[in-house]
């Protein structure tokens, strides 16, 4: 049956699902009836599809549990428009201005930050010669 099981597709699809949500080779193993050596084998073939689902996984549990990014980013956009707007009637001696200029700082960064990369795989270019596949295409914006 571990012969059968090594080449069954459905469960290596099961070990990068378990394997992206950070189960260890051990428990994978107890759970899939496979060998540690079958399962590190698969983890160097299947390593982009696990990266992969680890980011959706990590983009799904950041939906769930944090405001959407585009509603966080609007509403800082929306104070740094009020802060700017104050800044324009304003004075740059006076001592005020400057924490305004603090402030106006303060939200683009957090926009900077709200708005930052997320990586789904690394280029082709750094996937090691024996392990890259012909049909694999390096995605540029």
Same mark, same amino acid.
């Given at each position: 049956m571990a012969l059968e099981t090594m080449n069954d597709a459905e469960t290596q699809q099961k070990f990068v699902l378990l394997r992206s949500q950070g189960r260890s080779f051990a428990r994978i193993a107890e759970d899939l009836?496979?060998?540690k050596p079958t399962l590190i084998k698969w983890s160097r073939k299947f390593q982009y $599809? *696990?990266?992969?689902q680890r980011a959706i996984? +990590?983009?799904?549990l950041q939906e769930k549990w944090l405001t959407a990014r585009d509603v966080r980013v609007n509403a800082i956009g929306e104070q740094l428009r009020?802060?700017?707007?104050? +800044?324009?009637?304003?004075d740059i001696t006076e001592l005020s201005t400057v924490r305004l200029f603090s402030l106006a700082?303060? +939200?683009?960064?957090? *926009?900077q930050? $709200?708005?930052?990369?997320i990586q789904?795989?690394?280029?082709?270019?750094?996937i090691p010669h024996e392990e890259y596949v012909d049909n694999v295409q390096d995605w540029k914006p």
């Open positions: 009836k496979v060998s $599809e *696990i990266q992969n996984n +990590l983009e799904a009020q802060v700017e707007a104050e +800044l324009a009637k304003r700082q303060s +939200l683009r960064r957090q *926009i930050h $709200e708005t930052g990369p789904f795989t690394v280029p082709t270019t750094e």
